[in-house]
């Protein structure tokens, strides 16, 4: 029963990161980079290291992807008509 919560995890994790680094468009990438985080979260928490599960909740996800997605907000200027 583990090891297919694993797996399917896994699949999913696999997918996220995919889509992370595959999209073109920044804060649909960031979104799927939280996603992906948060499946190496969930492995953490399946293999009994709760610890380092909340520590890569509270880090990446938390602190990590919000810097992220501020750059992105912060960053797109908006277009001036000449």
Same mark, same amino acid.
């Given at each position: 029963?583990?090891?297919? =919560?694993? +797996?399917?995890?896994?699949?999913?994790?696999? $997918?996220?990161?995919?889509?992370? #680094?595959?999209?073109?468009?920044? /804060?649909?990438?960031?979104?799927?980079?939280?996603?992906?985080?948060?499946?190496?979260?969930?492995?953490? =928490?399946? +293999?009994?290291?709760?610890?380092?599960?909340? $520590?890569?909740?509270?880090?990446? #996800?938390?602190?990590?992807?919000? /810097?992220?997605?501020?750059?992105?907000?912060?960053?797109?200027?908006?277009?001036?008509?000449?």
């Amino acid at each position: 029963m583990i090891e297919t =919560v694993f +797996l399917i995890v896994g699949i999913i994790g696999i $997918v996220f990161g995919i889509w992370a #680094v595959s999209d073109k468009n920044l /804060l649909r990438a960031a979104f799927a980079l939280t996603f992906f985080l948060l499946s190496i979260a969930t492995l953490y =928490v399946i +293999l009994n290291a709760q610890f380092l599960a909340m $520590v890569q909740i509270l880090v990446y #996800v938390g602190a990590v992807i919000i /810097l992220i997605l501020f750059t992105i907000m912060l960053t797109r200027g908006e277009e001036v008509e000449d």
